[in-house]
C-alpha cells in the first residue's frame, strides 16, 4: 500500500477493503464492526437518543487533539446533552486524494482512545476518497445512538425560572487553540483544545439529581449562542454574570489580541446545566469532582423577564442584551 | 437572506439557526426534528440495525436523481440488506461556501420525497459550511437506525453451496448515467441512474421467504464487488452466467464505448439475494410483482468449489474468475 491516499482507496473494490482490513479495524475493532455488513446490529430497548455531526475542522491536529478525538467527543456529548448513555457510533470519513495514510492512522489512534474513554464502539463506517482540491485533506461524520434511563427528561425547552445557570468550566479555549494553530499565533502560555467526552460527568451529575432541566455543550457559537437557544426553546429569560464565568488568562489575552469575546468562541468539553434551584449545591459538588467539571461555577439563574433573552450584568456595572452570534467569528472550528 | 451560502450560515449563530428553520424544517418537518435538541429521542425495542454512508457524486443532479435522493435511498437500502424496516435517518451536510440557496432546495424537496417513499423520517442533522474550493459544492452523510423482526438473520456470511443468486434487475444504469451527464456523454436513449428506496422490495420478500440468507446492494465496484465480498464473507463459491445477468442496451454500449465492464459499474436500486433453492421460485415472482424488481432474475448458484471466488460462465463458452475491482473505474460515483 502507497503512503498516500489514492481515489482507488474509495473505489468500494479492492484497495477500500485493504484500506478497512488495515488501517481501520486493526483500531477500532469489535465483534459488530467487524462483521462489515451493509449495516450493524445490537439489541436495544427503551428509549434511544439520536445524533449526527460532521467534523471539518481546520487544521485536523491541534493542541489538545485532532479531527478524530473531536469527532468522537462532539457526538458523545451531544448524546449526553439529552441524559443518553452513549453507546455506539457510526464513523464516515471523506478524505482527499493524497492524504497522508500516516496521518490517517495517527487519527485513528486518537479515535480510538477517546473512544475508549467514553466508552462507545464504533460499530459502522464509511470511506470516500474525492480528488484533489475537492476537500480539505479529512472530513469526519459521526453519529451516534444512545440510551436514556427512565425518569430522565432533558431537553432545551426546559428551563423555569427561578432555576440555576450553571458553567462547568473556563470558556473559549477550544477555539483559541486551533485559532492559534492556524494562524501561526504563539501566546506566551501554552493553550489546548479542551475537547473531552462528557458522558460521564453527566451520568454522575444524573446520579445526585433527578432536577437538572436542560444541558447543552456550548459548541460553535460557544457559550452566548448556547444560551440564547436555551431561552428561545424555553420561552423564558437568563440572567448571567460576567464575573462568574471562568475564562482562563491566556484566552481572555488572545480574544483581546484577536478582538473576540470570549463568549462567542467555541468549546468542545464544556458544558452548560439549568437545573433547579433546590438541587444546585449538590449538583455543583459533584461536577467538581470530576476533572472535566472542577472549574464548574454558577454563573447565573432563569427568569420570568426578558423572555427568549440573555442578560448579561456585565463586570463595569450595566446589563447588557447577548444576542446568538451574528457573522462568522472562526471558520471550521470543529 | 442571500442566495448563496455564506460561510456565516455554518456558524452555529443566528444564520445557522434561519437556515435550518427557512430552508430544512419546511421540507422534514416533524415532531422529532423540530424539538432542535442535541440528540433526537425516540422509543424502540428489539435488534436495530444502524449504518452510515457519505456521498459526494458528481455531478449533485443527474439523471434520475440528485445528492438528496442518493443519500436517503444508500441509507434506506443499506438498512433494509440486513433485513431491517428503516425507521429513523440523520443528515448532515458539508457546504461550499457559495452554493446557491435554490440547489438547496432543490435537492431538500427530493430528500423529502425519497424519504416520504421509503417512509423514514430524518430526526436529527447537522450542517457545516468550508471555504470555498475547501469541498466540492455539496457532501451530505446519512446514518440510518431500522428494526429487524424476529427470526429474520440475513448477512453476508450466510451463504451456504447449493443457495441461488438472485439480482434485481438491470445493472450499472447509476454509474453510466452519472458518467455521462459529468462527461456530457450524449447516447441515443435517455439513461436514467436506478437510484430508488429498496426496503418495500426486501419486505415482500421477507414475506413470502424465511429462507433469504443474504442481500447487498452492489453499488461502488458493482456486482463483481458485491459478490465477491460475499463470497468471501461466506467462505463459499459463487458461480455465475453471464447470459443471465440483465443489461440494459444503452448501458452495454456505453460500456463498450467506455471500455468499462458493466459488472463493475455502480447500481443505487438493485439487489442481489442468496437465497435456499427451495424458495426461489416464489421469492423471484414477489420481487418482480415490484417495479424495483420486475426485471429480477437467476443469475447463478452458491458453489462448495472456487471457496472465497466468483466464477462467471461467459457468453462464449469459457468460465473466469472475476474479481473486485481493482483500481479506480468512476470516482465520486456516489
Do not use: W
Not at 449495516?39 to 449526527?52: K, M, N, P, W
Not at 452513549?86 to 489512534?109: D, K, N, R, T, V
Not at 460553535?220 to 437568563?238: C, D, F
Request: proline share 4%; with cysteine; aromatic share 4%.
Amino acid at each position: 500500500m502507497d503512503d498516500s491516499i489514492l481515489l482507488a482507496h474509495g473505489s468500494g473494490g479492492k484497495l477500500s477493503h485493504e484500506l478497512v482490513e488495515r488501517k481501520f479495524l486493526p483500531f477500532l475493532a469489535n465483534p459488530v464492526l467487524n462483521k462489515l455488513d451493509d449495516s450493524a446490529i445490537f439489541e436495544a430497548s427503551g428509549r434511544l437518543a439520536f445524533t449526527t455531526d460532521s467534523y471539518v475542522v481546520n487544521p485536523i491536529f491541534f493542541p489538545g487533539g485532532d479531527i478524530g478525538k473531536l469527532a468522537v467527543c462532539g457526538t458523545v456529548n451531544d448524546l449526553a446533552m439529552n441524559g443518553a448513555r452513549p453507546l455506539y457510533l457510526s464513523l464516515s470519513a471523506i478524505i482527499e486524494e493524497g492524504f497522508l495514510i500516516s496521518e490517517l492512522e495517527q487519527i485513528m489512534q486518537s479515535i480510538k482512545k477517546a473512544a475508549e474513554e467514553a466508552e462507545v464502539s464504533i460499530i459502522t463506517g464509511d470511506t470516500k476518497v474525492v480528488n484533489r482540491r475537492q476537500a480539505d485533506k479529512l472530513f469526519i461524520t459521526t453519529s451516534g445512538v444512545g440510551i436514556i434511563s427512565l425518569g430522565v427528561d432533558i431537553s432545551g425547552a426546559n428551563a423555569r425560572a427561578g432555576d440555576k445557570v450553571l458553567l462547568s468550566g473556563t470558556i473559549g479555549d477550544h477555539g483559541i487553540a486551533v485559532m492559534s494553530q492556524r494562524e501561526g499565533l504563539r501566546f506566551s502560555m501554552a493553550l489546548e483544545s479542551d475537547c473531552a467526552p462528557l458522558n460521564k460527568l453527566v451520568s454522575q451529575m444524573l446520579k445526585v439529581s433527578s432536577r437538572i432541566h436542560c444541558l447543552r455543550d456550548p459548541t460553535r457559537g460557544g457559550l452566548a449562542t448556547t444560551l440564547n437557544e436555551l431561552a428561545r426553546q424555553s420561552k423564558a429569560g437568563i440572567v448571567v454574570e460576567e464575573a462568574r464565568i471562568p475564562v482562563k488568562e491566556e484566552v481572555k489575552a488572545a480574544c483581546e489580541l484577536l478582538g473576540l469575546d470570549p463568549i462567542y468562541v467555541a468549546n468542545e468539553g464544556k458544558l452548560v446545566a439549568i437545573v433547579d434551584p433546590a438541587d444546585v449545591d449538590k449538583i455543583l459538588a459533584q461536577m467538581r469532582k470530576n476533572n472535566y467539571g472542577r472549574d464548574a461555577a454558577i454563573i447565573g439563574e432563569v427568569t420570568k423577564e426578558h423572555l427568549g433573552k440573555v442578560v448579561m450584568k456585565t463586570k463595569l456595572g450595566p446589563s447588557r442584551i447577548v444576542d446568538m452570534l451574528s457573522g462568522e467569528l472562526l471558520p471550521r472550528i470543529c
